[in-house]
């Protein structure tokens, strides 16, 4: 009886065990889900879809644009936060608007993790990606959106984040890319609307410690092979049509894309980053491994393919054109050329002079850990500023109405020899 009670513990352990196990093993398979929160609408819809491949078919049969051909993308980032740490700071928003940058306009370095044969493959997409500078309703905004819910963690199936009940309702999807950044439940990373779903809920959604371009203090330990920014360049691939190399449903699906080959699944990061490896469909194909759309990881993936690029392009100038005519260029800012902050390592007094600029401005200044310290209005074309403040970095963000026209890192040290809080600074040329 004892034995098999003792027997009966054991099987009971292991099998909590293994449940407990299960859906990190689930989770670990889906970083992503965007082919399961697009399978509902593709299964309900399927002329939709059909027309839509039509259409990328009909377009890449006619005259396309020229390769030099270069592209806007309005975004809007919608911040949805529960406690204070998800409501990241601007500056690592700009961080991962940088990546976005880079990545769809190939002026990353890492290429150079591609063989000869592959740099011939590496696609460029000449998108770049502004942050809105008007809204909806054509007021200035920042092009962030920052929205406290009570809810703890999204999921992809219930698309919670975009309701304004319990997180914040998108933009117009005809005039905004729209970027909800949130906590999604148990490791999820991010999900994305393929090209033809409802307009209300168009746009990708991201975890908030995969947001930025390193790994952070924060970043969850399952995200540190996958963060850096990647994340949301994968799911931006999924909103111009891009699919995983394994098909929808997979394995050995179709993704539209010749170069990729047929694939029996994903690729997880590894310490060899292989260019290609062999897939085992029925007929195993050499498959080209260091892309987006793939899982193998922010220190493997390093550029999209040219044909990923001629798939997204036909999306956008298809299914997205309205967002490419109703682009409203932002107005050029001048006058901030010579804005001088000094010093900037400073006991605590600093000036900035706005030399060129004459108006009412804001001046805000954020501790690294992003709370606002200070903040001040000038109508004057240079403000002194006496801040007592503990040692460290800061930085100093210059507003004009809502839109940032400056920003300068500080540092404040007791230890500097500039800036006493009672010592005038003296121009020296004037002495
Ligand atoms: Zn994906």
């Known amino acids: 009886m004892y034995i098999l009670n003792k027997t009966k513990t054991i099987m009971l352990k292991t099998l909590s065990i293994i449940l407990h196990l299960i859906p990190l093993m689930v989770l670990s398979q889906y970083p992503c889900a965007t082919d399961e929160y697009n399978k509902p609408f593709i299964e309900q819809n399927p002329q939709r879809y059909d027309k839509i491949e039509k259409d990328i078919e009909n377009y890449l049969r006619g005259p396309q644009k020229k390769s030099e051909e270069s592209y806007i993308i309005p975004i809007v980032v919608h911040v ?29 370095a890492d290429t150079v993790l591609l063989t000869d044969t592959l740099q011939n493959w590496k696609g460029n ?21 920052r929205t406290h819910t009570n809810v703890g963690e999204f999921s992809y199936y219930s698309n919670n984040v975009k309701k304004s009940s319990q997180g ?10 729209n970027i909800w950044i949130c906590d999604l439940y148990d490791g999820l990373m991010g999900y994305a609307q393929f090209p033809g779903g409802e307009d209300w809920s168009d746009g990708v959604v991201v975890d908030w410690q995969s947001v930025g371009d390193r790994v952070y ?11 850096k920014g990647h994340v949301l360049v994968h799911e931006i691939g999924h909103w111009l049509n891009l699919h995983h190399p394994w098909g929808d449903w997979g394995p050995c699906g179709d993704d539209h894309i010749p170069e990729t080959g047929l694939q029996d699944g994903p690729i997880y990061p590894s310490a060899e980053c292989p260019d290609t490896l062999f897939s085992q469909c029925d007929t195993p194909e050499r498959v ?13 993936m390093c550029t999209f393919t040219k044909n990923q690029v001629v798939r997204g392009i036909a999306s956008l100038e298809t299914y997205r054109i309205d967002l490419l005519n109703n682009y409203v260029p932002k107005p050029q800012l001048t006058g901030f050329e010579n804005t001088v902050v000094r010093p900037s390592f400073t006991k605590g007094r600093v000036i900035l002079q706005f030399p060129d600029y004459e108006g009412e401005l804001q001046i805000i200044i954020y501790d690294m850990l992003g709370r606002i310290v200070y903040r001040e209005y000038t109508t004057f074309p240079f403000i002194d500023m006496r801040l007592n403040l ?27 020899p500039y800036g006493a809080s009672l010592k005038p600074i003296i121009n020296k040329n004037k002495i």
């Open 80 to 108: 949805v936060y529960n406690d204070w740490r998800e409501n990241l700071h601007d500056s690592i928003i700009y961080q991962q608007l940088k990546v976005l940058n880079d990545r769809f306009n190939l002026r990353n």
């Open 125 to 145: 997409f000449k998108i770049s990606f502004e942050l809105a500078h008007l809204d909806p309703e054509g007021y200035p905004t920042t092009g962030i959106t």
């Open 168 to 177: 914040k309702r998108g933009w117009p999807n005809d005039r905004y890319l």
């Open 217 to 227: 203090s924060w970043t969850y330990p399952m995200f540190n092979k996958w963060a």
């Open 288 to 300: 080209f491994v260091k892309h987006y759309m793939d899982y193998v990881g922010a220190d493997c």
């Open 390 to 416: 503990p040692n460290g970095s800061y930085l100093i963000d210059v507003f004009k109405n809502t839109e940032r026209v400056f920003q300068r890192k500080i540092i404040i040290n007791s230890a500097s």
